[in-house]
């Protein structure tokens, strides 16, 4: 489950993998970051993006690599879809 203040490496389509900071969910679904840009957080460089783009989640030894599907479920799950 993603909460604000987490780490993600999410990636759309054949770009290449981004780092954001988890900032908040909006009221369509979406998660919304901010990217990391040179180890600082760019506040204009807002994300928008669903648990199926992320890829990875910092954890303290580094980035952990989520499996397909994991986050879509807890996503779904708090809309209240089956």
Do not use: N, S
């Not at 780092?19 to 970051?33: P, Y």
């Amino acid at each position: 489950m993603l909460q604000p203040g987490m780490d993600i490496m999410m990636q759309r389509g054949k770009q290449r993998p981004v780092v954001v900071r988890v900032d908040r969910r909006d009221a369509r679904g979406f998660w919304v970051g901010f990217q990391h840009v040179q180890g600082r957080v760019r506040q204009d460089h807002l994300r928008t993006f669903r648990g199926a783009e992320v890829q990875a989640v910092r954890v303290p030894e580094g980035f952990q690599k989520v499996l397909p599907g994991v986050l879509v479920a807890d996503t779904e799950r708090e809309e209240g879809i089956k």
